[in-house]
């Protein structure tokens, strides 16, 4: 082969060259990579620890939301619940104002009547036990010019044994010259000869009675 690039191709006729070895080797060489054993890369898992997490994660969280759920419908209660409260206690508060501003202006009328009542009641003993000390004081000062007189008559009183007795300490100085004769007549009466003395003690106080009723 005369071209230029013979010498570039091989001469499949000529002989193999020897092949230069570079490095020896054992007659059996093993290929096989010295990796680790498969199931060391498989982690070995535990199915029933892995059920019981998955239900724990599970319950706990069901658990914190039910709670949830539940605290936000609690407040909600409390707040309408609070709400209904306030709504009553000012209707409450409002129909006790109107109740008031209507019934206090009668039941100060009726507290003033009932107190000038009672107190009419026990002043009206007080009042007529005055009354009848004014009324013996002055019977006393008419009888003491007749009982002044050198020929005195005798002189009879009946009425309430109360009003003789108080008569009777006022003309301490007539003694025996009067005669007194305690009744159940509402009025002193005073007998001297043909003169006739009487207290309207009894048809004053009904009187009274009446103004004051």
Do not use: W
């Amino acid at each position: 082969m005369n071209s230029p690039l013979a010498k570039y191709l091989r001469d499949f006729g000529a002989e193999a060259a020897p092949v230069e070895v570079l490095f020896e080797t054992s007659s059996h060489v093993d290929m096989a990579p010295d990796f680790p054993a498969l199931e060391s890369f498989v982690e070995q898992i535990d199915l029933e620890a892995e059920r019981q997490q998955a239900y724990d994660e599970g319950y706990s969280t069901a658990t914190e939301s039910l709670t949830a759920v539940h605290a936000e419908a609690l407040a909600e209660l409390q707040q309408t619940h609070e709400a209904e409260i306030e709504a009553q206690r000012e209707q409450f508060e409002g129909g006790l104002a109107d109740y008031l501003a209507k019934a206090l202006p009668e039941l100060a009328n009726q507290i003033s009547a009932e107190l000038a009542d009672a107190t009419t009641r026990l002043l009206m003993p007080v009042i007529k036990q005055e009354l009848d000390r004014k009324a013996v004081e002055e019977l006393a000062e008419q009888l003491k010019p007749m009982l002044a007189k050198e020929v005195l008559e005798q002189i009879r009183v009946t009425g309430p044994e109360r009003l003789c007795d108080l008569l009777r300490e006022k003309l301490e100085e007539a003694g025996a010259a009067i005669e007194f004769n305690p009744s159940e007549a509402p009025d002193l009466r005073v007998e001297m000869g043909d003169s006739l003395l009487v207290t309207r003690l009894s048809a004053f106080a009904a009187e009274l009675e009446r103004v004051l009723a």
